[in-house]
């Protein structure tokens, strides 16, 4: 098994980085050929999914989490810690913060339009952000 962590900065509230080039590097490091890869951001506002990387779909991606979660609904969270955050906390938490992915020839099994990205979700400010790759032959 092999284990490296990524420590990178956001702009805030719908910040999306693309992760593939750290995940492409993780199995190049460990010398793994055919196994997984899993990704992990902690924190409990922010997540990682897989997406094409292009302005259009990262768009429609905003819209519809904000259609689930919306701006200007209360949230129980807010009220207990007048944080402000709570439709973080429900974004995040239906995205997910890890995903698992097939490694086949050295290299992630995805598909030609797909990158791995970490979503920002945090309203409060800039962040700095921890993800964890490991793979496993």
Partial sequence: MYRTSYHLSTSGEG?????????REAI??????????NIFVTGST???????YEPGV???????LSVVAPDDIPYAH??????????SHVKA???GP?????VGGGEPMLGTWQQVVL??????RERSRTVVVTVTP
């Fill in 15 to 23: 910040d999306i980085l693309d992760l593939t080039p750290q995940v």
């Fill in 28 to 37: 190049r490091a460990a010398g793994v050929e055919e196994g997984m890869v």
């Fill in 46 to 52: 922010a997540a990682v999914t897989t997406i094409e």
């Fill in 58 to 64: 990262l768009s429609d991606l905003h819209r519809a």
């Fill in 78 to 87: 807010d009220r207990r810690w007048g944080d402000g955050n709570g439709r």
């Fill in 93 to 95: 938490a239906l995205v």
């Fill in 98 to 102: 890890s995903l698992s992915i097939p």
């Fill in 119 to 124: 979503l920002e979700l945090d309203v409060r």
